[in-house]
């Protein structure tokens, strides 16, 4: 499974680490994915990292203020947002890429980051 | 890529057929996924490949269609398949672009 945490209330221009916590498959075999929803919203793609990390992407909407990073030891996988607007105001899913496809076969519940002063 | 899908909301009877559609704007083979979204859970995998399920899915559940033309059809709907479905495709990720989203609701 996969469990986000980390999301709270930010002020406009602050910073949040959201972590997403792996178990139950090998994660260092994983490339891993963040989506975002915003409020009344569809889904997102934010971002993605390799299985150890010798790729990553980003949406053009985040790229510069969002940094995805990953620990394989701790099988946990993180996202970093800088400079934050109420534009990302948003639930963030961590989810995995599937081995057999590459659609996403693994989502956690999510975690909602809220930008507001 | 775009993918586009409709209609935006589809009202269906319990134990009738729900037909989904998800169009891209350029031909993406059969590189397409169906999820399923209820509010507050997470978003659970239906169909993978235009038409294979994903493990544990019911078989009231299937997809078609290849290139830019593809279909979730929900046979005989229970009152746990009334949520949100997006298709997404994967041709070239990232990114990944899903569509914006069908809610089917209770009529």
């Known amino acids: 499974q996969l469990v986000e945490s980390g999301g709270g209330l930010v002020k406009p221009g602050g910073s949040v680490r959201l972590s997403c916590e792996a178990s139950?498959?090998?994660?260092?075999?994983?490339?891993m994915n963040w989506v975002r929803q915003a409020p009344g919203k569809g889904l997102e793609w934010v971002s993605s990292?390799?299985?150890?990390?010798?790729?990553?992407y980003y949406a053009d909407s985040v790229r510069g203020r969002f940094t995805i990073s990953r620990d394989n030891a701790k099988n946990s996988l993180f996202l970093q947002l800088d400079r934050l607007s109420a534009e990302d105001t948003a639930v963030y899913f961590c989810?995995?890429?599937?081995?057999?496809?590459?659609?996403?076969?693994?989502w956690g519940q999510g975690t909602l980051v809220t930008v507001s002063s | 890529i775009l993918m586009t899908q409709s209609p935006a909301t589809l009202s269906v009877s319990p134990g009738d057929r729900a037909t989904l559609s998800c169009r891209a704007s350029?031909?993406?083979?059969?590189?397409l996924a169906w999820y399923q979204h209820k509010p507050g859970q997470a978003p659970r995998l239906l169909i993978h490949?235009?038409?294979t399920r994903a493990t544990g899915i019911p078989d009231r559940f299937s997809g078609s269609g290849s290139g830019t033309d593809f279909t979730l059809t929900i046979s005989s709907l229970q009152s746990e398949d009334f949520a949100v479905y997006y298709c997404?495709?994967?041709?070239?990720?990232?990114?990944?672009?899903f569509g914006q989203g069908t809610k089917l609701e209770i009529k």
């Open positions: 989810a995995r890429v599937s081995r057999t496809s590459a659609a996403l076969d693994l």
């Open positions: 139950g498959f090998l994660f260092k075999n994983a490339s």
């Open positions: 990292i390799g299985p150890i990390s010798t790729y990553i």
């Open positions: 350029q031909s993406i083979n059969t590189n």
């Open positions: 490949g235009a038409s």
């Open positions: 997404q495709h994967y041709i070239n990720w990232p990114p990944y672009s």
